[in-house]
């Protein structure tokens, strides 16, 4: 069971490789989010983004590299097992259950959480004082939520473990300038919780929002990296990344 200490869990990437066959989709990156910082990862479509969360969440090979969470080598820790150790993971896409209540999906976020430990009722009840749409919407189908509330429904799943780092894929995808401020003010929620961030956008300007630190992707590769506020101020990042 997680000690106070382990608390203080520092995510460590170094050298980190994937492949697909014989594509190299990520090149020896590394990068580190200590506890409560919040690190972005921006980068054009097919950078390597996705492919790096995955890694982390042993969802593809590591073709080399190390990846510690604290005391723990998540390198030996197999995929259904990497959100017991804190780690919460909000996928690109959503993936919510259309077919299944907002209530259920949510619970489903818990299924990490040995039912001996209880809790689940709490994290329930702390994810609906996040989002109280969700608790007003409890019963209805997840299909037939906005994207922004589907959005959110993703993340509060994730919360139900209870994580300390949490791993987010384009949470802004697909949805408008309107929502896109309302995740802005989840993750903004999140960093005060004390959560450890590390998202993942092709949207540089709520990355540099959101974060204090940035990696920036290309190729598969680590191109930059800084603090947000100095690369919102570079001129090839305003460039590429802002459109200015
Ligand atoms: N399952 C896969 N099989 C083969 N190639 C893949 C697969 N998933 C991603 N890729 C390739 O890996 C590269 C990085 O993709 P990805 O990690 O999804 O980037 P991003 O999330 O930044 O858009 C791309 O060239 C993509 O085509
Ligand atoms: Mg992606």
Redesign the pocket.
């Known amino acids: 069971m997680p000690g106070e200490d382990e608390k203080a869990e520092t995510l460590t990437v170094e050298d980190l490789s994937?492949h697909?066959?014989g594509?190299c989709?990520?090149r020896s990156i590394g990068f580190s989010v200590a506890p409560g910082q919040s690190v972005g990862i921006i980068?054009?479509?097919?950078?390597?983004?996705?492919?790096?969360?995955?890694a982390l969440m042993g969802l593809?090979p590591r073709s080399g590299g190390r990846i510690r969470f604290g005391g723990t080598d998540l390198t030996k820790v197999k995929a259904r097992d990497v959100v017991r150790h804190g780690i919460g993971y909000v996928p690109?896409g959503r993936h919510v259950f259309p077919g299944l209540s907002v209530e259920k999906n949510l619970m489903l976020g818990a299924y990490a959480r040995s039912w001996r430990d209880g809790g689940t009722g709490e994290a329930l009840a702390e994810v609906y004082d996040l989002f109280p749409v969700l608790k007003e919407m409890r019963s209805r189908l997840a299909g037939a939520l906005s994207g922004g509330q589907q959005q959110m429904l993703a993340v509060g799943r994730a919360l139900m473990s209870r994580p300390r780092l949490i791993l987010l894929?384009?949470p802004s995808m697909g949805l408008s300038p309107k929502l896109v401020e309302d995740i802005l003010a989840v993750l903004v929620r999140l960093r005060e919780e004390g959560l450890s961030l590390l998202l993942?956008e092709?949207n540089a300007k709520l990355t540099f929002e959101a974060t204090s630190d940035c990696v920036v992707?290309e190729n598969?590769e680590v191109a930059m990296t800084g603090t947000s506020r100095e690369l919102r101020e570079d001129v090839q990042v305003r460039r590429i990344y802002l459109g200015l």
């Open positions: 994937v697909y066959g594509v989709a990520v980068g054009a479509n097919g950078a390597g983004k996705t492919s790096t969360l995955k593809v690109e894929d384009e993942v092709q992707m598969g």
